[in-house]
């Protein structure tokens, strides 16, 4: 076959990666990242509200410069035989926008306006929101949490909704509809923003906005309108229809063509949320739960429709035919919180330096630190009387999402050390995975293999190790640095047509795995007792210290 080739563009949460991928051999032919400028210096966000905003236009620069990038060491030959775009990213990360689609903070009068931005899958400004959803949904005639675990999240599309129509009326005003992130950047890149013909996700709305084909749809009008008037009619202005990310958008619309230097009948592909596409570059086979590990984890989860397709698994983020893999059933799970535990003790220790000795200095520190730290905690012995995390500093996404819970150190002692604290952070991310594995098991799901995918899976084989370990089941991490973009690159190579079939593709662009991680066996029953300690502190912090809080409870 004649050398084609696609892009996959992976919208995480600092930075946007763009892959030019040869659809027919695999092998990368440019890559490069580029960072979101206006994120990367704060603006717009909150950590003490947990409010987290992101503006259009990070996303847009970004993306033209990462793509102009990836591009600009290719031949023109290979430039000339570009034919697919798909995209993933974040997700849920609404935004609000005008009648034409447009995200409100690219209008003049929103421009630096947070509640006109998207907001971001960790901003949890809305726990109160999703709790009334929950409260709502559960007396419901139909239960609209029924396919994802039960628990409706406020990192999910109408909560953000909700809270912001409520605490913005220019934003209610000027709101004709909303749209998730990997809709309106496949949508932009084609041309078509319109809200109500463009094609949204199926990914994105089965397992945040609660879009189930039972449901004919979305949940229906009155149900909104109790929950709030606010959201009366709004139904009407979002959509019926969701498409698989083997689907095409459309073609690249000129402008865009002209700003990335590309032919003009590029395709652009439904777009889908980052740790779906990456469970498909990382070859993801059914029943092998695929572990996106970076700032936070998701764990995503592939089964046959006819298998598994009967079971309305509890506590889990969604459940939905073809979020993942076309014709197959899609299950997604997590963490809130993982790299972002490390980062969050990294900062408490570089803080006070850089106050003390300067930025440079601190740099300095901060560059080793996280490496430092993990090797000498590799160096502790493991036993079940060490030091005990509870890793949900950003609350619990699963199993049974809970975003006011908070995390805990116990066992301190005068000869406590920052290697201890950090080993005991990372057994608590661990300990974290192993229960989203059990609910899986516990409701009927099979785990065979674990494989691990995203930054940490690179960059810590201290952590990894540790996760196999507390497992105890053997990790398989993908060789691609980049599976969601890879993912997402496949899926463009069949939205254009040069693959007949997401397998086919899988088959000819896998970049198959390098290390394996084994679980050791002198290891494995400690961190079974660990684990037995770490449930009996999740359960105290959930049933007893936070019992007398009132919600929604002040975060930071
Ligand atoms: N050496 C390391 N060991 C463990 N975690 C690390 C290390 N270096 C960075 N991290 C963590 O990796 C996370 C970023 O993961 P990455 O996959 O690169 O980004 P993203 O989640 O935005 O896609 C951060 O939360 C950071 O704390
Ligand atoms: O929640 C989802 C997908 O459902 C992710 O987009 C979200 O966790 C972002 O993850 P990363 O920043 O890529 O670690």
Known sequence: MEDKYVIGI????DSVRALVVNAVTGETAGTAVSEYPRWKSGLYCNAALSQFRQHPLDYTESM???????????????????????????????????????PLALLPEFETNPNGMFILWKDHTANAEAEEINELAHRWETDYTQFVGGVYSSEWFWSKILRTLRIDERVREKA???????????????????????????CAAGHKALWHQDFDGLPSNAFFEELDPLLGGLRERLFEYTYTSDQSVGTIAPE????????????????????????????????????????????????????????????????????????MLGMEAGQSAFGDVYAWFAKLVIEPVKSLLGEEQAKVVAD?????????????????????????L?????????????????????????????????????????????????????????????????????????????????????????????????????????????????????????????PRPDIVGIYDKLYDKYLKAGDFIEKEFLKESTFPLQIG
């Open 10 to 13: 992976d919208f995480g949460t």
């Open 64 to 102: 033209e410069a990462s793509v102009k990038a990836a591009l600009s060491g290719v031949p023109d030959k290979v430039r000339r035989s570009i034919k697919g775009i798909a995209v993933d990213t974040t997700g849920s990360t609404p935004v609000a926008v005008d009648r034409a689609g447009t």
């Open 176 to 202: 004709f509809s909303w749209v998730e992130h990997c809709d309106w950047i496949s949508a932009e890149l084609a041309g078509n923003t319109d809200p109500l013909s463009m094609k949204r996700s199926r």
């Open 256 to 327: 865009w063509a002209d700003r990335l230097g590309l032919p003009e009948d590029v395709v652009i592909g439904v777009g889908a949320f980052d740790a779906h596409m990456g469970a498909v570059g990382a070859l993801a086979e059914p029943y092998a739960l695929c572990k996106v590990i970076g700032t936070s984890t998701c764990d995503m989860l592939v089964a046959p429709n006819e298998e598994v397709g009967h079971l309305l698994i509890k506590g889990i983020c969604g459940q939905v035919d073809g979020s993942i893999v076309p014709g």
């Open 368 to 392: 080793k630190l996280i490496t430092h730290l993990a090797a000498e905690a590799a160096l502790l012995p493991v036993s079940e009387k060490d030091l005990l995390a509870v890793d949900w």
């Open 394 to 518: 950003n609350g619990r996404r699963t199993p049974d999402a809970n975003h006011t819970l908070k995390g805990a150190l116990l066992g301190l002692n005068l000869a406590t050390n920052g290697a201890a604290i950090f080993k005991a952070l990372v057994e608590a991310t661990a300990f974290g995975s192993k229960s989203i594995v059990e609910r899986f098991k516990a409701e009927g799901v099979p785990v065979h293999e674990v494989i691990a995918i995203g930054g940490v899976s690179k960059k810590s084989p201290f952590v990894m190790q540790t996760l196999a370990d507390v497992l105890n089941m053997p990790i398989k991490v993908a060789v691609s640095e980049q599976a969601c973009a890879l993912g997402a690159a496949m899926f463009a190579s069949v939205a254009s047509g040069i693959h007949q079939s997401l397998p086919q593709a899988q088959q000819a662009m896998s970049s198959g795995f390098d290390a394996v991680y084994h």
